[in-house]
T-cell receptor, first 113, second 115 residues
Framework: QQQVKQSPQSLIVQKGGISIINCAYE??????FPWYQQFPGKGPALLIA?????SEKKEGRFTISFNKSAKQFSLHIMDSQPGDSATYFC????????????FGTGTRLQVTL | NAGVMQNPRHLVRRRGQEARLRCSPM?????VYWYRQLPEEGLKFMVY????????ESGMPKERFSAEFPKEGPSILRIQQVVRGDSAAYFC?????????????FGQGTRLTVV
């Protein structure tokens, strides 16, 4: 049973545009929601993370929006650049289970010139 | 400060052979996690270890797979009698602590191909 659903599967955005990736979760015990960026042949790298006590977190061009009642969270990449082209994974975990992360299926982002 | 080191980066095994994947966590990290990534899929949790202890192996197949993290040396993920379905990228991550906001750093993975 998939506990974190991610969409879209792939996304093409023009340079300078906004990339939006959405995730929904089922387990209300989740309380840590990170986003990872993965380039081909590399391991995932933490991009930004949020806890459910805040509704939004911004770091540079990356913003997480969190809706606890809807059990949804999303990643916004402002002013998207070709270097942002990668696969993005949302994930979730429960406090006390360390970093045992449940990942979404990934979104392949392509930023065109 | 070296990151999480995994070796080998690529491993080819014939069906029925054993595969041994190694992971050296970041300096100061005592928590290690193994994940498996099938092509075009997200990462799936396999096992969580601390030094000399398996904390959570709920994602590990019951047969042929085992993991250890000895007092000295790297963590080892062992797959016995490999089958084609074991072909995947195996990632190791490490963290300093166990809290929900503790960041996990991933290695570059070992890509296992079973022929």
């Amino acid at each position: 049973q998939q506990q974190v659903k991610q969409s879209p599967q792939s996304l093409i955005v023009q340079k300078g545009g906004i990339s939006i990736i959405n995730c929904a979760y089922e387990n209300t015990a989740f309380d840590y929601f990170p986003w990872y960026q993965q380039f081909p042949g590399k391991g995932p790298a933490l991009l930004i993370a949020i806890r459910p006590d805040v509704s939004e977190k911004k770091e540079g061009r990356f913003t997480i929006s969190f809706n606890k009642s809807a059990k949804q969270f999303s990643l916004h990449i402002m002013d998207s650049q070709p270097g942002d082209s990668a696969t993005y994974f949302c994930a979730a975990s429960k406090t006390g289970t360390a970093s045992k992360l449940t990942f979404g299926t990934g979104t392949r982002l392509q930023v065109t010139l | 400060n070296a990151g999480v080191m995994q070796n080998p980066r690529h491993l080819v095994r014939r069906r029925g052979q054993e595969a041994r994947l190694r992971c050296s966590p970041m300096k100061g990290h005592s928590h290690v996690y193994w994940y498996r990534q099938l092509p075009e899929e997200g990462l799936k949790f396999m096992v969580y270890l601390q030094k000399e202890n398996i904390i959570d192996e709920s994602g590990m197949p019951k047969e042929r797979f085992s993991a250890e993290f000895p007092k000295e040396g790297p963590s080892i993920l062992r797959i016995q009698q490999v089958v084609r379905g074991d072909s995947a990228a195996y990632f190791c991550a490490s963290s300093r602590g166990a809290g929900g906001m503790t960041e996990a750093f991933f290695g570059q993975g070992t890509r296992l191909t079973v022929v």
